[in-house]
């Protein structure tokens, strides 16, 4: 059960009215709330700021409204029950002469004055306060204490009444369309018997009842309350009985109403349900979760294959809208049962995967903004013949456009040497990059390091945990640069030949590490997790590595042979073939003729690095150790 206090304003005349909520978790609970308890016990603060004075310092007060509800939020269906508490028992009253508009009692001066003024007072003096009229031309208003302090002082008899200087008006804005006041007068006349029943039972009592900033509309009632020679037992029956003001329902029933939204337009219903899970998650889980950074982040996917579609489909769990799929291939008839954004015919239409995946994604969510590109990401060891030139120069701006334009670069794509160049620029511009790559029954999911090109310190390999800048890349363990792979391939080769279940775990574990970034408060800075940092015997919560989504680990390789998942670190080499700093600043003096020599000169990326000149040290052997040559050559 959660209780709220509601505030809300009435936009014609800026009128705030202040109020409680409960709401039920289930809709049992919403229907054993017993009314009359419920009224009683969250209305008598009314009744308390009527005696202790508070409502005279604060009039809106008096207008307290109370909720109790159910939301059912799957069926979108919201049951409440609204009441307006006021005492129960009071003395009779009734008008003594004719109801009139405000224009009928005042001068058009006293009118206009009465509006300015109005507007002038807080808007939580509004709902009551006092008009004093002495004089043709002269009206003045203020606030409701000054007016039952004027009765006290000068009016407790009716001879006093007679010597008044000021005529008295008490004011409250009337939320009733109809010719009779509405309930805020109740309690307005509740506060007046409190403090001044001598005035309340020796005179007429005057009432503007202000339904709009059109004083001209205002209606006068002239009213007068039954005397009762016993005024202390009067007060106790008023102050001391239960309360009522419960609203009628849509049937003229005193019961809950039921606001059915299920008939919303189907794009906005979409949107809310979508995002119910993550506001549960953050309500009852995780109260810091900041939602609004994940939903915010701009994210690119580098292939739209097995691993590119169930990327897609875990962002959208996220509440991610922002999405661009690359992918240069079209769907065959073999992809439809891996690859979950695909149909069978799209196969058949021999459709684009960018421009599939698009549209699949648009038919889950309508109003998310994706985008489709098809484009071929130049790879080294394919070389760029003359013909391709002009194309081959255009994917490498586009490519650089979307990783400037985005915030998250995942690299889902079907060859290790189509990574190379993602890489390089995501490192050129530190941005964040999310590698994924499957074998039969083994994955490797990895966040790349951020690049600093000002710190010309190589890095310390014996170290088993580096600082964030120190954290390599998914080519910094390689010992040669990357080639064509596919090259006399065999069909079992050509293709990647997985385990079903693969591409999902791996997916999920690359978007969770995602999210584990946005919500680590050192970002992509943050220090990498291993098996070793994780004790299960101490309080992992106060772990200096973990964030509020738990530890943000470099690398993630697990197995399905043996169910293993082990989280290894894998340390930025300074001869690095994709990011190292002479390769980022070649490209950045020479551009698209950088890439066009790592396309077609063999070696040139081993020689630009530095790393052909490794193989020349005569401490080979136990650099390559340090380095830990990895044997992941698993793709999407």
Known sequence: MSFRNLETTSHNAGVACCGYMINTNTYEAFRQINPEKFIDTMGKCII????????????????????????DLKKYKFHYWVAHPTPFSFPETYSVAPTKFASGEFTSSQIDKLCTSFLQLDTKSRNFFT??????????????????????????????????????????YDPCASAEPGWPLRNLLCLLLWHCPMYCFTRDIKVLSVRSNKMQTAIIFTLRIKEDKD?????????????VGWEANVNGKMGPNIADLSNMDPTRLSDRAI??????????????????????????????????????????????????????????????????LYTHEDAVQRRHKAHAAKDALLRIRPSMNVEGVVLHIPMPGHVVGQSMMETTREAVSKLQELIDNHDVVFLLLDSREARWLPTLLCAATNKI??????????????????????????????????????????????????????????????????????????????VELLMAVTQHCQGISATALTNTDWD?????????????????????RGSLWNHKINLTIT??????????????????????????????????????????????????????????????????
């Open 571 to 636: 340390h930025r080499s300074p001869f690095c073939t994709a990011c190292s700093r002479p390769l980022i600043e070649e490209y950045q003096h020479r551009g698209f003729a950088f890439v066009l020599d790592a396309c077609n000169t063999p070696n040139y990326l081993e020689k630009l690095s530095g790393l052909e000149e490794i193989f020349k040290r005569p401490d080979l052997d136990e650099l390559c150790y340090a380095m830990c040559s990895s044997s992941e050559d698993e793709e999407s």
């Open 275 to 340: 995002s119910l899970n993550l506001k549960l998650m953050k309500w009852r889980l995780v109260p810091d979760l900041d939602l609004e950074k994940i939903s915010s982040l701009r994210c690119l996917l580098l292939g739209a294959g097995t691993l590119g579609c169930s990327v897609a489909r875990v962002l959208l769990g996220w509440g991610i809208t922002n999405m661009t799929l690359v992918d240069n291939s079209a769907v065959s008839h073999s992809n439809t049962v891996r690859q979950s």
């Open 48 to 71: 308390d700021s009527i005696r202790d004075g508070t409502a005279l310092q604060e009039p809106s007060r008096l207008s307290i409204f109370l909720i109790f509800a159910y939301s």
């Open 433 to 510: 990059a999310i590698n994924a790559a499957l074998g039969f029954d083994s994955y490797t999911v990895q966040r790349h390091g951020i690049c600093d090109l000002s710190d010309s310190v190589s890095p310390n390999l014996t170290i088993q945990n580096p600082v964030p800048y120190n954290l390599g890349c998914y080519f910094c363990n390689d010992v040669t640069q990357p080639g064509n792979s596919q090259i006399d391939r065999t069909l079992d080769q050509q293709c990647t030949v997985s385990r079903p279940g693969l591409s999902q775990i791996a997916a999920g574990l690359a």
């Open 231 to 243: 005024i202390e037992t009067m007060r106790e029956t008023i102050f001391e009985g239960h309360l």
């Open 131 to 172: 008009v004093f009229v002495s004089g043709k031309d002269d009206l003045n208003v203020d606030s409701l204490s000054k007016g039952v302090e004027y009765i006290k002082l000068n009016v407790s008899s009716k001879e006093d009444l007679e010597q008044a200087k000021k005529e008295v008006y008490f004011a409250f």
């Open 536 to 556: 299960y015997d101490q309080d992992t919560f106060n772990n200096p590595l973990t964030g509020l989504l738990g530890g943000v680990p470099h690398t993630i």
